[in-house]
Nanobody, 131 residues
Framework: QLPPVESGGGLVQSGGSLRLSCAASGFTQENYAVGWFRQAPGKEREGVSCISFNANTYYVDSVKGRFTISKDNAKNTWYLEMRSLTPEDTGVYSC?????????????????????????WGEGTLVTVSS
């Protein structure tokens, strides 16, 4: 099983935008969920946004209205559009897959992909927002 691969991170000024991509070619089953998780310097990892195979979504309160999660089924790729970025959004963003999720809320809040091992997590991509 190939782990997902993230791309699109970088340095952006406060107020700017970025789009992260998560390519999950190793996951061919249809009924799973994908999430974006971030770890800021000195802080614990948190679930940012999760989306199910049938497009149910969850966003952590701090990103609601600014971030949009989406998927391209044909490309087996997931995206996280991030707008109005602030320095508090700085961190390593990882995408992860949960093949046995219950709800996207639970997946993000409890970071359920952690129970399936490293093959369900990407290496992460760094997002740095300068003030």
């Amino acid at each position: 099983q190939l782990p997902p691969v993230e791309s699109g991170g970088g340095l952006v000024q406060s107020g700017g935008s970025l789009r992260l991509s998560c390519a999950a070619s190793g996951f061919t089953q249809e009924n799973y969920a994908v999430g974006w998780f971030r770890q800021a310097p000195g802080k614990e990892r948190e679930g940012v946004s999760c989306i199910s195979f049938n497009a149910n979504t969850y966003y952590v309160d701090s990103v609601k209205g600014r971030f949009t999660i989406s998927k391209d089924n044909a490309k087996n790729t997931w995206y996280l559009e991030m707008r109005s970025l602030t320095p508090e959004d700085t961190g390593v963003y990882s995408c992860a897959v949960d093949p046995h999720f219950t709800t996207v809320q639970a997946m993000c809040r409890f970071q359920t992909p952690q129970y399936y091992g490293k093959d369900y997590w990407g290496e992460g991509t760094l997002v740095t927002v300068s003030s």
